[in-house]
């Protein structure tokens, strides 16, 4: 199967940048995307990245503030994370899917990344 190794979470002040990075190796894929989930919250869609259109699609939430990216002969996704606030503070997941999807619905994601947690002080 698909392995995925985020990271670059960490802790910063609000109005504050992060940048997180996930690798995949294994089998092909053609969406890679990020979620998020804070303590007691279900799991949240955050940003999906198409691999060979490079199409992007952000969460209202953070639209402006976000940005994902790919580097296709490294098979690694970025997201970087601007003007943070302590609303973003959440455990982030790396996620791909083999199909090219066109909802943002966790369980159509195949593999998934530990989760690397961004911490935002207010």
């Known amino acids: 199967q698909m392995q995925l190794v985020e990271s670059g979470g960490g802790l910063v002040q609000t109005g504050g940048s992060l940048n997180l990075s996930c690798t995949a190796s294994?089998?092909?894929?053609?969406?890679m995307g990020w979620f998020r989930q804070a303590p007691g919250k279900e799991r949240e869609f955050v940003a999906r990245?198409?691999?060979?259109?490079?199409?992007?699609l952000y969460a209202d939430s953070v639209k402006g503030r976000f940005t994902i990216s790919r580097d296709s002969a490294k098979k690694t996704v970025f997201l970087q994370m601007n003007s943070l606030k302590p609303e973003d503070t959440a455990v982030y997941y790396c996620?791909?899917?083999?199909?090219?999807?066109?909802?943002?619905?966790?369980?159509?994601?195949?593999?998934w990344g530990q989760g690397t947690q961004v911490t935002v002080s207010s």
């Open positions: 294994g089998r092909t894929f053609s969406t």
């Open positions: 990245i198409r691999w060979t259109s490079d199409s992007t």
């Open positions: 996620a791909a899917a083999i199909r090219v999807l066109a909802t943002t619905a966790a369980e159509y994601f195949d593999a």
